[in-house]
């Protein structure tokens, strides 16, 4: 178990602060989906919209960005 989750509805790194998905929680997530990376876009797709709701002033190009864009 992480202790790099969410911290809602602010969207922070509950173990280092960070904007959630952290540095870390990014490659623990790579690690825990590398065998289903379609999997991990489509949980990270949904945590997107979910944080969109919450964080509604933040551009959407930049959400797009931090929860999908490192996908590469």
Same mark, same amino acid.
């Given at each position: 178990?992480?202790? =790099?989750?969410?911290v809602?509805?602010?969207?922070?790194?509950?173990?280092?602060?960070?904007?959630?998905?952290?540095?870390?929680?990014?490659?623990?997530?790579?690690?825990?989906?590398?065998?289903?990376?379609?999997?991990?876009?489509?949980?990270?797709?949904?945590?997107?919209?979910?944080?969109?709701e919450?964080?509604?002033?933040?551009?959407?190009?930049?959400? =797009?960005?931090?929860?999908?864009?490192?996908?590469?």
């Amino acid at each position: 178990m992480t202790t =790099h989750g969410p911290v809602l509805p602010i969207w922070t790194c509950g173990g280092c602060g960070a904007p959630w998905p952290c540095a870390t929680r990014r490659r623990e997530l790579r690690a825990e989906y590398a065998d289903a990376p379609v999997s991990l876009a489509l949980y990270l797709g949904a945590q997107l919209v979910r944080a969109s709701e919450d964080l509604s002033w933040a551009p959407a190009g930049t959400l =797009h960005r931090r929860f999908l864009g490192w996908l590469r």
